[in-house]
């Protein structure tokens, strides 16, 4: 695509956003005297005002069966939908009969349908218009299918199915969210600040989530979000991935059609670099910057830039200002309302208006700003992040966002006045040059010796800092071009472009290139080089709670011990037991103590592991909450492996007993249990028992990595919990034959 056709496209969408009596004024703006351009535009309206119309008449065919599924999300209900015509009226479409048109965005139309089987249920599908299916729209479709298919979160829109029209045309089946957007549902329920605040750390999680799958969404407003009630309780819910860019996998060359030039998202959310043509490295911070404008809106009921405003303004200035202009904060914004105005937005938050203003001044608004940084390095480096921020704020802790120094804030002053600033410096030189005169010559011998050291001396920092920016560049290149390869599965390519090179910076897309190249030197017995390639891996993937940091801490941990490096897997394990010696929540604790009982560990140790077996131990009594069996059952079996460590043989044994109870077929931990009853029964005086254990759990082992460990989960288990049975196979061999 040109970019005459790109900056088309941008505008068409731009103007199909707006209402039809404001669009004559932007056009007028936005073609800047160019008759053909608006002309081709009119055009393209006119077409869209009769797709529905080529809808109707044409959806009678659409009566196919879905094909392969390849989920996305869909567009959230409008508040007043209208019934389906009487060319749509009971239409079917796979396995779905429409029933109600809920919404249409720029290339889609979302229906009410019914579903009748396998199972009935309402649900919501959406399908590309007559008129929209160009090759650019239906990329975006396409990418809107894969982006959701990827995600499991409570407060994201999950898919249910997806397919193909006989035309060819793409459509999907999402879970009906009946909600309303989060804006207003907080507004006509008088929310008070508290409660917006807790919706608004629901969203921050499920966009922490996306960012964990290595997804950008990039359109994220009140409208994406959705809130509805659930046992009497509000639950948000993020939809609509339609533009999401993809940071991993197979989507990065399908985001591509995104290209120079094209506005990708909503101006009065969109971020300054998404906004900027020249940047193209749009990464997961563009988010965090319209988090901030969600935020910005609840507390104060306005966006930081008027979005009437700026799509008069045309593209360029809207660009200038998105990059340039720094907003109000919430508290000024709220100071310098009318009367009227502000007092209706208090009464929306239930607070009287001076109280309203003083509970966002300070602390939400260094967190809103901090959030709205035109500088991306400055923002929150994760959702996660800003909503530790926000619950800090809810707990009366101190909170990380701070107000900008003063230095920064001089030299953003500078940059925006940079010709006044040039004309005081040479003024100001110009005068001291003249004050000067009569002192230089005294001074001449001395000054010329220091203004040499300094100049040496100059050179010498410019030189540093020259060759830290190199080599910072270089890496980025390398990373950049190997997560290139890897998407056009040229791993091998990859893998040898980051080889020896050393650990940037923490962050999640680097976290995914590191983790696949490890599994992929781990599938071919290549221990070494994934040892090398998951130490990276750690450092800069930041530990917290989330799932993926555990599991690649199980990655790790057993290639330590597989390559004999078992100083490095000491001290591993003991920073990895010091991390999280206080968490509450079992999945990690658990994951933690398996990792770090793969060896015999010391008394200190065990004791420093206690919390962590307590705290998985606790989540299987029978007061609390219901664990997925798969779960349940390792955490039995890590339980019964601290038990063994301790010396604790029988309670080894009823654990390994409470283990093997849950059947859901995973060859690996069956295996890996095998061997622990073996050793515990050894112990116990059960030596006949530990032999025939020993003989089941062996060939079955020794068959995996005879035929080669595959990467992923699949029925078998991770390849890694194979490996971890064969190092516990190793000393099970040694104690069942009396050797130790």
């Known amino acids: 695509m040109t970019v005459t056709k790109q900056i088309e496209k941008a505008l068409f969408d731009t103007a199909l956003e707006l209402e039809p009596a404001a669009r004559s004024a932007f056009l007028e703006q936005a073609c800047q005297g160019s008759a053909e351009l608006r002309q081709r535009l009119e055009k393209l309206l006119a077409v869209h005002e009769r797709a529905n119309e080529f809808f109707d008449v044409n959806l009678v065919h659409y009566q ?27 239409m079917v479409i796979g396995h779905y009969r429409l029933v109600q048109r809920l919404g249409e965005g720029g290339c889609g139309v979302v229906y ?47 898919v249910l199915d997806a397919g193909a029209t006989e035309a060819g045309r793409p459509f999907f089946v999402m879970e009906l969210v009946q909600g309303v957007k989060i804006t207003s549902f907080c507004d006509e329920n008088n929310l008070d600040t508290r409660q917006r605040l807790n919706l608004f750390i629901q969203i921050c999680h499920a966009v922490q989530h996306a960012h964990q799958k290595g997804i950008i969404h990039r359109d994220l407003k009140p409208s994406n979000i959705l809130v509805t009630m659930h046992d009497g309780a509000p639950i948000p819910k993020v939809i609509d991935f339609g533009i999401a860019k993809a940071t991993e996998g197979r989507l990065i060359d399908d985001t591509f059609h995104t290209a120079v030039n094209q506005f990708i998202g909503t101006p009065a959310y969109m971020s300054p670099e998404q906004a900027d043509s020249s940047v193209l490295d749009v990464d997961t911070r563009s988010d965090i910057y319209s988090l901030g404008v969600v ?73 809103v700003m901090k959030a709205l940084e035109k500088d991306r390095g400055r923002r929150y480096e994760t959702a996660n992040g800003l909503a530790m921020d926000v619950q800090r704020y809810l707990n009366n802790e101190p909170i990380i966002a701070r107000p900008p120094s003063n230095l920064y804030k001089f030299q953003k002053l500078v940059r925006r006045n ?17 004050l000067g005169v009569s002192t230089w010559l005294y001074l001449q ?69 590191f983790r696949t190249l490890g599994d992929w030197q781990a599938s071919l017995d290549n221990w070494q080089l994934a040892a090398d390639r998951f130490r990276v891996l750690v450092q800069v993937n930041q530990p917290d709670d989330w799932d993926t940091t555990t599991l690649d801490y199980l990655r790790y941990a057993p290639v330590l011990v597989q390559i004999g490096d078992t100083a490095d897997y000491e001290q591993f394990r003991e920073s990895a037991v010091t991390h999280y010696a ?20 010391s008394p200190p140790l065990l004791r420093a592991l206690q919390p962590l077996a307590q705290t998985a131990s606790d989540s299987l009594t029978n007061g609390a909450p219901a664990v997925d069996p798969s779960l ?36 690996a931990r069956a295996a890996n249990l095998k061997l622990l009853e073996a050793m515990t029964d050894y112990h116990l005086g059960k030596t006949n028992l530990a032999s025939n254990e020993l003989v089941q759990a062996s060939p079955q082992i020794e068959a995996q990595f005879k035929q080669g460990i595959q990467v992923g989960e699949g029925g078998e288990g991770f390849w890694f919990d194979w490996l971890f049975a064969r190092i516990l196979m190793t000393e099970a061999n040694l104690v069942v034959n009396g050797v130790r």
Request: charged content about 25%; proline content about 7%.
């Open 418 to 434: 940079k010709i006044i600033f040039l004309a005081i410096t040479a003024v100001a030189l110009a005068l001291l040059t003249g």
């Open 445 to 513: 011998e001395r000054e010329a010796r220091q203004r040499a050291v300094l100049a040496e001396q100059q050179q010498i920092r410019l030189r540093m800092e020259a060759d830290y920016l190199r080599v910072q560049a270089e890496l980025r290149q390398k990373l950049t071009q190997a997560t290139v390869f890897l998407s056009r599965d040229k791993t091998n390519e990859a893998d040898q472009l980051i080889a020896d090179i050393p650990a940037p910076e923490p962050n999640l897309e680097y976290a995914v290139l």
């Open 64 to 90: 196919t069966e879905a094909s392969s599924p390849d989920p996305s999300a869909a567009k959230s209900p409008v508040s007043s939908p209208k019934p389906a015509s009487d060319g749509e009226n009971n």
């Open 112 to 158: 009410l349908a019914e579903q009748k089987s396998p199972i009935s249920r309402k649900v919501a599908l959406k399908i590309i218009r007559l008129g929209m299916d160009t090759e650019s729209v239906i990329a975006r479709f396409e990418t809107e299918r894969q982006v959701l298919a990827l995600m499991d979160h409570p407060n994201i829109a999950h």
């Open 582 to 601: 206080k968490t509450t929540n079992p999945l990690p604790a658990e994951r933690v103590l398996k990792m770090s009982l793969l060896l015999p560990a």
């Open 295 to 367: 935020l910005y809106e609840l507390l104060t009921g306005r966006t930081p830039f008027d979005s009437k405003k700026l799509l008069e303004a045309g593209v360029d200035e809207m660009r200038r200002t998105l990059r340039e202009r720094e907003p109000q904060p919430p508290s000024t914004l709220l100071t310098t309302m009318g009367n009227t105005e502000l007092a209706r937005v208090a009464v929306q938050h239930h607070a009287e208006p001076p109280r309203l203003i003083s509970s966002v001044r300070g602390d939400l608004d260094w967190i």
């Open 632 to 667: 349940a059952a390792w955490r039995s079996f890590s339980l019964g492996l601290m038990a063994y460590r301790s010396g604790d043989y029988q309670g080894a044994e009823k654990w390994c007993q409470r283990s093997s109870n849950y059947q859901n077929g995973n060859p």
